[in-house]
Every structure is written in structure tokens, then in C-alpha cells.
């Protein structure tokens, strides 16, 4: 099957789910019915557009600078905006169910494979910022994401501290470490 013939059919795929949450099946459902291996990425798509779109929606306005940060984070196949641009409209209607889908994304990875974790929090903090404004709503809903991606709160305050213009950057989240590390791990970090 070509490239081209997966991405249509994830798409389909996608299309075929929102119709059915829309038609009033549960979330879960619809996860559920989307377990299997190849379609395993399409209930990721699905869960990270819509977190990506309700983390815009979390300071109360979705804004153009807002949805051009989720377009330079996500990449979208080329002829598929239209399907993509269909999931994030129905996400960001509200803020409403953002935790339900963090912990699906959350289930599809196992507790030592945070790194796409890590790097989908980024692309959160980065939608966040992109209004110019850091909002006490952003910082409640990524608190929350976080908590139930099972990411420390050294790691939050890490990637708060190079997302955040203007927070306070502790050394130790900057760098990714605990206070009480070791001086080999504080120099392998500041390496890294």
C-alpha cells in the first residue's frame, strides 16, 4: 500500500470517528473501535489536534497566531487541511474534555517512553505563548496535562522556563535536574 493510500485512509479513518462522536458515541468508544495497530495513530492524531486546539481555547479565545503556532508544530499532509482544520473546529468549541484526551494519549505509551511526551508538552507551551500572553487558564490546563502524562514537575518547570518568556528559570529546571543531583549530573545536563 502506498504512503499515499495509508494517509488517505487515516484521514478516512478520522472522518469516519469525529462522525460518530458527533452522532453522540463516546469518546471511549470511538478509541476503543480505533485500538488496533495501524489505527492506533490514527486515535493519536485525532487526540492531538484535539488537545492541541482546546489548549487554544484554554485562555477563553482561539487566535490566528494561536492556530498558525499548531500549524508549524503539527504537520498536516498536503490536501488534508480541510479534514484537520474539521477536527480542531469541534475541539475548540471549549476547554471542556481536554483530560480525556491527554489520558488517551497517555495510555499509548509506556511509563520509560516520555520523550514524545516531552516534545508534544513543548508543542502545548507553544500554542500557549503564541498570543503574546501566558494565561492563568494555559498554566492550569498544562499543569493538569502534564500531571496525567506522568511528566515530573521538573520537567513542567523546565519546559516552562525555556517556553515562557518571562518566568522565573530556576537552574535546576532549566537544565532538567533536581537540586540535590549530583555535580556529574548537573555538568552531563548543562552538556547536553
Not at 505563548?129 to 494555559?138: F, L, P, S, T, W
Not at 518568556?165 to 522565573?168: R, V
Given at each position: 500500500m502506498s504512503s499515499y493510500a495509508v494517509r488517505l485512509s487515516i484521514w478516512t479513518r478520522i472522518a469516519e470517528a469525529?462522525?460518530?462522536?458527533?452522532a453522540g458515541e463516546g469518546l471511549s468508544v470511538v478509541f476503543d473501535r480505533l485500538r488496533s495497530r495501524p489505527e492506533r495513530s490514527v486515535g493519536f492524531t485525532i487526540a492531538v489536534i484535539a488537545l492541541g486546539a482546546k489548549m487554544a481555547k484554554a485562555d477563553g479565545e482561539v487566535t490566528r497566531n494561536e492556530v498558525a503556532a499548531f500549524r508549524q508544530i503539527f504537520a498536516i499532509p498536503e490536501g488534508e487541511e480541510a479534514n484537520a482544520a474539521r477536527v480542531f473546529n469541534l475541539a475548540r468549541q471549549d476547554v471542556a474534555g481536554?483530560?480525556?484526551y491527554a489520558r488517551k494519549i497517555r495510555t499509548m505509551f509506556q511509563a520509560d517512553d516520555q520523550k514524545v511526551l516531552i516534545d508534544l508538552m513543548e508543542g502545548l507551551f507553544h500554542i500557549a505563548?503564541?498570543?503574546?500572553?501566558?494565561?492563568?487558564?494555559?498554566e492550569?490546563?498544562?499543569v493538569k496535562v502534564a500531571s496525567i502524562f506522568?511528566?515530573?514537575d521538573t520537567c513542567?518547570?523546565?519546559?516552562?522556563?525555556?517556553c515562557v518568556?518571562?518566568?522565573?528559570p530556576d537552574p535546576y529546571a532549566v537544565l532538567g535536574v533536581t537540586e540535590d543531583?549530583?555535580?556529574e549530573a548537573v555538568r552531563a545536563a548543562w552538556k547536553q
Open positions: 469525529l462522525s460518530a462522536l458527533a481536554f483530560d480525556a505563548v503564541a498570543d503574546g500572553h501566558y494565561h492563568d487558564g494555559e492550569e490546563f498544562l506522568g511528566l515530573s513542567f518547570r523546565s519546559l516552562q522556563a525555556r518568556e518571562g518566568a522565573l543531583a549530583p555535580i
